[in-house]
């Protein structure tokens, strides 16, 4: 099944030849019978007019992140993926039956071009000039393509004879001059054909190509006793064995191998990404966070995975008081943009926005601000697929607190930078942290409000209120050194 391309929007510049980099990303879709049946796909590789390559723009896939959604689209797990606007799809994995979870790789595409005083520009693109397929059989559906636009989003709902919605559209940006620009997605290449049950499909990844085909990692959480009423410590065990010959275990903060230890999960891992991210796990395994000010353990595990392209939510199950540490300090952690560019993107060749020399930890309360809603909602989103949830206001008043305390004890400068200060003493630690931590067990009776108390617990993994957040402990030892 395909479709012609709906008519171009306004002020259109007229494209070229294809540009030489090849960015690919996926096109259209193959499948014919149940888990067991056949499934392929096609790639398109994003290209820029060549009137544009020779004025210096450049194509980057940024931002990789992976969606997980419900095949089936059984009770309670959302069955809707869908590209953010400029977004496009690298990779897809199946493992299993319709019950089973769908992983898609995504990225945001971005234009690079350097301006007249030799600046570095990035342009952001979007989408635009969506076409919908709607398959009434996913076993009959053949070929599901738009012509020379790419794969934006897809919903399925059942076994192999549910319905299959699929969304295909163009990416643009707009040059210096304002003018809108169409990426090409015309030329493609077809996968080899696989059982659906076993499909994986990629062509272009985060900096590896082995992503789906090296050793297993793991990712551990020691359960607090069910009476503390404290979040689940996470740790990451890649289970490779370095070039020095010792097995690494990333302990974020805190230790491993308790006798409470719990498996959340495994995970695929590219042979040689850790020797690689040994070089900056920081101190106590903090990668690149400052305990307490931009992230707790949580967040320093979803940057150990970062290898595997996965987050705590992806790979299994998620620890205690995962929903609450995601509302006060996002996915990744604050700072993780400017650290993944300047810190984690060398290490892998990536270094087209890199500045190796900027040591600096901006603070920017909006922008913290809009990244803990959008990882929040991301989270409720897929959890509670048919209901419509808003704490944006609970979080933002809770961000306005963090800021006074944080200035009230000098974390934070005059020109809006974090410090950190040496020596930092106990009572000034002590002093933010409590503070802090209460500040969030107020937010956390706010979410427990507007969720009720069976969705806070589902988005919480806790049947009560955690009584901290941030442990004291770890802050101090922390601190001591730094």
Known sequence: MSVQPNQEPNNIVELGQNNTEQYWCIAARYHVGDENGISKVKFSVLELPEMYRKKGYKILLDDFRIVSVSESGRKGVNNVFECQSGEVVTARRHIGDENAMTDYTVATVKILVETENEETKILQCFTQNIDLIHTKRESKANWVEAVGKVIVARTHTGDENGKTDTKFGHIYFKDLTGETVRLLADRTEESDKISESKSNFFKTLPNWTDIFTAAAGT??????????????????????????????????????????????????????????????????????????????????????????????????????????????????????????????????????????????????????????????????????????????????????????????????????????????????????????????????????????????????CCEGDLDELINLEVALDFFKEI
Not at 298 to 320: K, M
Not at 443 to 458: S, Y
């Open 219 to 460: 990712v551990f959480t020691e359960q607090s006793l069910p009476a503390s009423l404290l979040p689940d410590h996470t740790w990451v065990d890649p289970n490779v064995t370095l070039s020095d010959g010792t097995s690494d275990i990333f302990v974020c903060f805190g230790g491993h191998g308790n006798a409470n230890k719990v498996i959340l999960g495994n995970f695929p891992v590219p042979a040689d990404a850790y020797e690689k991210i040994v070089t900056i796990r920081g101190k106590n395994d903090s990668i690149g966070i400052t305990y307490f000010i931009q992230g707790v353990c949580h967040q320093a595990s979803n940057r150990f995975l970062l290898p595997s392209a996965r987050e705590i939510r992806t790979v299994c199950r998620r620890p205690r008081g995962y929903g609450l540490s995601v509302c006060v300090y996002g996915f990744m952690g604050f700072g993780y943009k400017k650290w993944r560019r300047n810190k984690y993107d060398p290490l892998f060749g990536n270094t087209q926005l890199a500045n190796l020399n900027d040591n600096r930890i901006d603070f920017d309360e909006d922008e913290e601000t809009t990244y803990i809603i959008e990882c929040s909602t991301q989270m409720l989103n897929e959890l509670f697929p048919a209901k419509t949830y808003s704490i944006s206001d609970a979080q933002r008043t809770m961000m306005q607190k963090r800021t006074a305390i944080l200035k009230k004890y000098n974390f934070i400068t005059d020109d809006n930078c974090y410090s950190f200060g040496s020596p930092l003493d106990e009572e000034k630690i002590t002093a933010a942290v409590n503070e802090l931590n209460k500040a969030i067990k107020e937010l956390q009776v706010d979410i427990r409000k507007q969720l009720g108390n069976t969705d806070f617990e589902t988005f919480n």
